[in-house]
């Protein structure tokens, strides 16, 4: 059974940094990613990255402030997040799937979620 669990979040001010973390369990995964969703607002996408690391993604919103990374040797996938703003508030996911090779920036290719992790920005 494949698990993803994430950690990390919390309540930060504005320009502050936080690192998620999301443990994979279950089977190696390939394609990787975060995704956000804020009160009110779709589920968006924030960053992917495949499974050597050699190929990385953001969202313009994230660019030069998110850094995706993962460490296989942990099957753990990391969200590196610098000089947080209020806008980045959100509930924070983990997904992954069996994809060997480009990593998708649509949240439908998909198939393994985790449940979660808050992140709060206040100004």
């Known amino acids: 059974q494949v698990q993803l669990v994430e950690s990390g979040g919390g309540l930060v001010q504005a320009g502050d940094s936080l690192r998620l973390s999301c443990e994979v369990s279950g089977q190696t995964m390939y394609a990787m990613a975060w995704f956000r969703q804020a009160p009110g607002k779709e589920r968006a996408f924030v960053a992917a990255i495949n499974y050597s690391a050699t190929r990385t993604y953001y969202a313009d919103s994230a660019k030069g402030r998110f850094t995706i990374s993962r460490d296989n040797d942990k099957n753990t996938l990391y969200l590196q997040m610098n000089s947080l703003e209020p806008e980045d508030t959100a509930v924070y996911y983990c997904?992954?799937?069996?994809?060997?090779?480009?990593?998708?920036?649509?949240?439908?290719?998909?198939?393994?979620w985790g449940q979660g992790t808050q992140v709060t920005v206040s100004s």
């Open positions: 997904a992954a799937d069996l994809t060997y090779g480009t990593p998708s920036t649509n949240s439908d290719t998909y198939d393994y």
